[in-house]
């Protein structure tokens, strides 16, 4: 075991009508009977006097899209027509936003967003519906595309979407083309336009100086053909996995990194918690990103991996957890992006969401401190506009206790006896083979972790 040297401690308004194009069947929905949860205790005693409310919680503008055409005739007849249409090929982000926006992840939207839904989504982190309500929206979902590309458009109404392989994927119908103003899109989702941003550099910076929205209908439903399809259940699916498990309460906790033993004691004490409010059958869902991430995030297939071994070895149990893959792609937006991936999970039936210490951060990619404030991700949650009837679970700190030997609760009267192992330094214990302390992370799950890290030195020397 490594010694404790090796271990760093780190201690409503009236306003105007806007445009407002989404063209949906918008069912009334109705309140929950309990308000947003500003802070478990607080949640509890609320709780506690009231009704719980069983069932799931009904997606944004009252239904589930699905853009995936159905099996048989349907899907021909699309290809035919893809045949005589202008194609735009896809590039891996684009493709996985086609999945997002296909199983309904991003309920109400149909498609990738026109001009009125992206000036939305950029300026005020919402999308209004035809009858006055809000959804939240807080990341654009767009499609870029060149000078060369919107030339060949031209008046046309339609394109067909390919992927990496000239494979249709959808049709994009009743097309608009605007202008992609990439500072300013950068500017608001990031709140800054430094250089090194993991996404920007991915999707943005080379990508045309021009948006396409339209409405959105994919062929047949996406496949990665990498072994992990099983687990990217969509919103539907999830729902009814919930409904099969009897669940009265989901409560879901979105990561990109393995999972140890304080991820663990989160998830298991916000069971504990719902069980005093009343609750019979909290259902957790493990909701790992499976799009885009930086270089330097644990790949999706080996954290698949890990996460298997966390369920074999008990640290979650089986009976009560449903793991599966979000298919969107990681911004690293800080407050910005943690909205939707709040947003989406009320989609796949969530009514509650944990939320902990910098989500969806990172470090200014040019300098040694935090891009965002690591407390104002739970606070914007907690007023994000469209999000009201979703229950935000704000999590006790928990570190590694050196008297105890174990993950426990941060407690501010000893704070000599914590140890704060963040991502990175877990990452770095595992590239250089050392153990962390007992009781950090299930044995099992450590060791897929160092087994990751000693395959990129193997292919680092055969290279």
């Not at 982000?93 to 009125?116: I, N, Y």
């Not at 000078?147 to 339609?158: E, F, L, P, S, V």
């Amino acid at each position: 075991m490594a010694s404790m040297a090796t271990f760093l401690a780190k201690t409503p308004i009236s306003t105007p009508p806007f445009p407002s194009p989404l063209k949906y069947d918008i069912s009334p929905r109705p309140l929950l009977p309990f308000p947003l949860l500003a802070a478990p205790r607080q949640a509890a005693r609320t709780l506690r006097s009231r009704r719980i409310a069983c069932g799931l919680i009904e997606p944004d503008g009252g239904r589930l899209v699905d853009l995936v055409a159905p099996a048989g005739p349907a899907r021909d007849v699309r290809r035919r027509e893809a045949a005589a249409l202008p194609k735009l090929r896809l590039s891996r982000v684009d493709l996985e936003w086609v999945h997002v926006l296909s199983e309904g992840w991003a309920s109400p939207l149909r498609g990738f967003m026109r001009e009125a839904e992206f000036l939305q989504a950029l300026h005020f982190n919402s999308l209004r519906l035809p009858d006055g309500s809000f959804v939240n929206m807080s990341v654009p979902i767009v499609l870029a595309i060149d000078d060369t590309q919107k030339k060949a458009i031209g008046n046309q109404r339609k394109v067909a979407l390919v992927d990496a392989n000239n494979k249709l994927v959808a049709i994009l119908s009743d097309i608009e083309i605007y202008k992609h103003n990439k500072e300013e899109r950068i500017a608001r989702t990031w709140g800054t336009t430094a250089e090194g941003l993991p996404y920007v550099k991915e999707a943005i910076e080379n990508a045309g100086n021009w948006l396409i929205g339209g409405d959105l209908e994919v062929t047949e439903p996406i496949k990665y053909n990498d072994g992990l399809d099983g687990y990217r259940l969509s919103p539907a699916q999830l729902r009814e996995e919930f409904s099969r498990r009897n669940a009265d309460a989901v409560f879901a906790f979105q990561l990109r990194n393995p999972v140890h033993n304080g991820h663990a004691l989160l998830m298991t004490d916000t069971r504990r918690r719902l069980l005093e409010m009343g609750y019979k059958n909290p259902i957790l869902l493990l909701h790992p990103l499976g799009g885009f991430t930086k270089a330097d995030d644990v790949p999706l297939g080996w954290r698949m991996k890990q996460h298997e071994k966390v369920l074999e070895d008990g640290v979650l149990d089986p009976e009560t957890t449903v793991i599966a893959i979000f298919p969107s792609p990681m911004h690293y937006a800080g407050p910005t992006e943690v909205q939707w991936h709040a947003k989406s999970r009320i989609n796949a039936g969530a009514n509650f969401y944990i939320v902990g210490r910098d989500p969806a951060g990172m470090k200014y990619p040019k300098q040694d401190k935090d891009l965002y404030d690591p407390d104002h991700g739970k606070k914007v949650l907690s007023m994000a506009p469209g999000l009201e009837k979703l229950n935000i679970l704000p999590f006790k700190v928990a570190a590694y206790d050196i008297k105890k030997q174990k993950m426990d609760f941060f407690d501010p009267s000893r704070p000599q006896d914590f140890l704060f192992i963040s991502g990175t330094k877990m990452r770095s214990l595992a590239q250089n083979r050392l153990d962390p302390p007992d009781g950090f992370m299930c044995p099992g799950g450590w060791n897929v972790l160092v087994e990751y890290y000693e395959t990129l030195l193997l292919e680092a020397v055969s290279n």
